[in-house]
């Protein structure tokens, strides 16, 4: 016998050996991850033109909202995630590019901008992210969703501050399934987001209305930059 004929034989022997053969060991019984994307609510319907520009600053998630774990809380402050499933980016990213699709799609913005926009803009709106996950604490079957942002929208020039508000939605899941959960996330973030938006063009309406005290004192006292003697 040769000695080729004897290596094959002792390499079908090995995989024997190892139980079920050699193929067995290109399986793995690990679950694939699940990755979970929201949409944006379509509009309600078209709102008066602004005239004006808005860039969305990178929203700041709050503690424990910085990865791209689908969140939950439980009772006793207990803060856990869905195994096995993801949101596509990290949630900053993903209520990033809500915000802006929610705030181009109203149409009362000259343009939309996110946070790597090189072109200025006449406002900036800055959100805060306080809450974003599915809440188990009520002890039902199913949990509710809530989201909560906190907002600041101001002039570019100048960087004065237009106004400060809250905008929150928050949705039942119908079964205590993820798909159901990440539907209640979708509806949920909707809500908040058209809050947002409504709330956006009041603050910008107003703040063209009346305009920062600065440049209006300048308007009504302009200083001259230079003076001469009379003749």
Do not use: K
């Not at 869905?82 to 699709?101: F, H, I, K, Q, T």
């Not at 199913?142 to 960087?159: A, L, S, T």
């Amino acid at each position: 016998m040769t000695l080729r004929h004897l290596a094959l034989r002792a390499l079908a022997l090995g995989c024997a050996a190892l139980g079920g053969g050699c193929s067995g060991l290109l399986h793995s019984s690990v679950q694939p991850e699940q990755t979970y994307y929201l949409r944006a609510a379509p509009a309600a319907g078209p709102a008066a033109a602004l005239g004006a520009s808005l860039r969305v600053g990178h929203p700041l998630p709050a503690p424990g909202l910085e990865s791209t774990h689908i969140m939950l809380v439980q009772p006793d402050h207990r803060m856990n995630f869905y195994s096995g499933s993801r949101w596509p980016a990290p949630v900053a990213d993903v209520l990033e590019a809500l915000a802006v699709e929610t705030l181009r799609g109203s149409g009362a913005w000259s343009s939309v901008e996110d946070s790597t926009s090189p072109f200025p803009s006449d406002f900036l709106l800055q959100i805060a992210v306080r809450r974003f996950e599915a809440d188990y604490t009520a002890g039902g079957a199913v949990p509710e969703v809530h989201v909560m942002f906190d907002c600041i929208i101001g002039r570019r020039e100048g960087r004065d501050v237009v106004a400060s508000f809250s905008a929150a939605g928050s949705a039942l899941a119908t079964a205590n399934r993820l798909g159901e959960v990440v539907a209640a996330f979708e509806q949920a973030t909707g809500t908040a987001l058209a809050a947002l938006s409504q709330q956006a063009q009041e603050a910008a309406r107003g703040a063209a209305q009346h305009p920062a005290a600065g440049a209006a004192q300048n308007e009504d006292s302009p200083v001259p930059s230079s003076s001469r003697a009379s003749q």
